[in-house]
């Protein structure tokens, strides 16, 4: 069975940074591509970022250039470095994986931005 989990979140003032972290289980997990996807309250879950099984990454606009996606073969575990964070940044982060049976989620991780 495939796994997901998101330990941490966390909040920060605009401006700030936090890392996200997502460990997986039950997956041969350097063959898979990863993505991290937000909702924030009354919104569509948008992808943030996304990492190939070979490193090639993506990014959404709003976030390029101040969010980092990377991934650790060896620790089973795909990280989102988050620095200049905006306030419109707020929202439930999720780890997603395109599993060969189909989506599977994390339960999500709050980033809370406020002043």
């Known amino acids: 069975q495939v796994q997901l989990v998101e330990p941490g979140g966390g909040s920060v003032q605009p401006g700030g940074s936090l890392r996200l972290s997502c460990a997986a289980s039950?997956?041969?997990?350097?063959?898979?591509?990863m993505g991290w996807y937000r909702q924030a309250p009354g919104k569509q879950r948008e992808l943030v970022a996304g990492?190939?099984?070979?490193?090639?990454?993506n990014y959404a606009g709003s976030v390029k250039g101040r969010f980092t996606i990377s991934r650790d073969n060896a620790k089973n575990t795909v990280y989102l470095q988050m620095n200049s964070l905006k306030l419109e940044d707020a929202a439930v982060y999720y780890c997603?994986?395109?599993?060969?049976?189909?989506?599977?989620w994390g339960q999500g991780t709050q980033v809370t931005v406020s002043s």
């Open positions: 997603n994986t395109h599993y060969w049976t189909g989506d599977v």
């Open positions: 039950g997956m041969d997990f350097r063959a898979y591509p």
């Open positions: 990492i190939s099984s070979s490193g090639y990454t």
